[in-house]
Structures are given as C-alpha cells and as structure tokens.
C-alpha cells in the first residue's frame, strides 16, 4: 500500500460501504470494475460491501484505499451553466427556497422570463453534484409531454436511484435510496406550467415527496400558479394546501445590480452605454403591468457588446 493512502484519516466500513453505493450510483460501475481500479479481488470487494465478516476485522485499511480512490477519482459533475452567479434578489430568494424544500417543505417560485430561474437552478445542482457524492437537489425540467414514468425516471437518475423496467419498482428503489440518504434533498421541478395537463404526473410527483418525505420546489412562469388554483372536481386540492404557505414571486433585476453585472462582466464603461445596456434588458410583466430587467437579455447585450468592443480592437 501506497504511503499516500496510509496517511489518509482511517474511515469505518460503514462510511466506506456507503461513498462506494453513492459512487456506484453516480457512475454507473460494477463492484467489479471499481475492484480492477483499486488493485482489489472482486470477491474482497464484493465481501468488503456485503454485512458479512471481513478478513482485516473492521476493515479500516480497505475503506482507507477505498474513500482514497473515489476522492482521486471523482464521478463527472454537472456542467456549470454559465461563468459567475452574481448575488442578486432572485438568487436569494430562490436560495432560500430550496432551503425550505430541503426541511421538508413545498414551495413555489414563479415569476415572468429572464428572472433567473433556470439558471440559478442549474448552478445550484452542478454546485451540489460538485460537493458531495450525495446531491442536495435534484433538478428535472418539466417536458408536456412528461408522463408519470418518465418523471419518476428523471427522479431516479438525479438521486442516483436504480432505474427499473417499470414505473413501480423504480419507485421502490427511489424510496430506498432515499431511507439511506445521509442528508435531506430537495427536488426542484421546473417550467411546471408544462404539466398543466398532465395532472397524472403531477400527483405521482406528489406521493413520490410524501412517501419519501421529501421537500418540494416548484417553479415556473407566473401561470404556474393557474394550475393549483380551485377547481368543481377538488383534484390538486392537497396541492393547494400545502404550496400556499411558502409562494414567492422573483422580481427581477434591480436597477443597482444590473450595474454590478455590468461592472463583473465587461468592467467600467461609460454612463450612457452602461444605461443603454438596461434600456435594452427591460420587459414588460403583463400579469403585474409593470416593467422590469430581464437578466437574460442584459447577459444577451452584454455579449454583444464584448464582441463588438472585440472585433473593433483586432
């Protein structure tokens, strides 16, 4: 053994055994080929994972070897979406939803294009795929098409739960997946106005979070809300009851922090171009009849404008 693992802090078996199934679920390889890697027999490593007995008493020198090779060999993480989040009202506020969804909670999170939903999302799973074998959020975006097989597949692979041949039994591994989480996760479904007819899909997203006690953010456009809103039949009615206690409406950029990206993005600039660059990022909120900053269209100015400043200098 190498000295560089016998220096390494010696783990139990069971924190090894538990990085080996997240690792597993992460990337897809057998014990098998995980054991070739690591220099170990199949048959140790297969014993080694198993509750049965093991032949170095309580295996600290092979979890050593073990929690060495996965912090060596991490699994592939989620891209980032973009090349800064900069701290702004919207990514507060949709932080702090995740954290409720986290304790357990529903939420809601709506609000019109360009108030950074999406993207904050994105970076927020790629940020916790990064962090720990074992994700805090699991990010599925809402096809209309979405039937409940297909979300409880998207769920499964974000919690890096076995995916069966049917809609059942993968949900029966996603429960189990979950009762040996470590941690609290939050499933964050987005562009939900998409399943406004798939009411199906909607409520077996219900009972996957409530059989799994997990928290829930939903999030979308601001018609997300007309789905959850009464109706003669009293479907979604324990929808109702639940999401209206954490709803928050993103606002857009304020005045002060699109300067602040313009700053980060493309440093100091004149008065005029800088105000030329908001003029350009605003939108109209026809449910709230007012007008706001859309961050994707300054982020789309400002690209613009870093080519043009570019090609005028080559």
């Known amino acids: ?20 199934r997240q690792y597993q679920r992460r990337t897809g390889l057998s014990l098998g080929e995980i054991a070739i890697r690591i220099g170990y027999a199949r048959r140790s490593l297969l014993q080694y994972a198993s509750s049965g007995r093991y032949s170095d008493g309580n295996g600290a020198e092979a979890a050593g070897r073990i929690m060495h090779f996965i912090k060596t060999n991490p699994p592939e993480a989620s891209a980032f979406p973009g090349n800064k989040l ?24 709506y ?34 098409g979405m039937t409940p097989a297909w979300l409880v597949q998207e769920i499964a692979l974000g919690l890096g739960a076995h995916v069966a041949n049917n809609r059942h039994a993968t949900l029966r591994a996603i429960l189990h997946t979950l009762r040996h989480r470590k941690s609290p996760v939050a499933i964050i479904i987005d562009e939900a106005q998409n399943l406004a007819k798939r009411l199906d899909t909607l409520e077996t997203l219900r009972q996957v979070c409530d059989r799994g006690r997990i928290g829930l953010l939903i999030a ?31 606002p857009g950029l304020s005045q002060s922090e699109a300067r602040e990206i313009i700053q980060g993005e493309a440093g100091t600039v004149p008065v005029k171009v800088a105000e030329t660059l908001v003029a350009g990022s605003m939108e109209h909120d026809t449910r709230k009849r007012k007008d706001y900053i859309s961050a994707r269209r300054l982020f789309n100015a400002l690209r613009d ?4 400043k570019e090609s005028k200098t080559n």
């Open 1 to 20: 053994m190498s000295t560089q693992v016998s220096t390494l802090p010696a783990p139990t078996r069971e924190e090894a055994r538990d990085a080996l």
């Open 86 to 109: 900069y701290d702004t009202e919207n990514v507060r506020v949709i932080d702090r939803e995740i954290a409720n969804a986290r304790r357990g909670h529903f939420t809601l999170v």
């Open 111 to 144: 609000g019109p294009a360009g108030t950074q939903k999406s993207f904050v999302f994105e970076w927020r799973t790629a940020e916790a795929w990064r962090q720990a074998l074992e994700p805090s959020v699991v990010y599925v975006y809402a096809d209309p």
């Open 220 to 250: 979308g456009h601001d018609n997300v809300e007309d789905i959850f809103r009464p109706r003669g039949d009293g479907q979604l009615a324990q929808w109702r009851s639940r999401i209206e206690q954490h709803r928050r409406c993103l």
């Open 305 to 308: 404008f870093k080519e043009k």
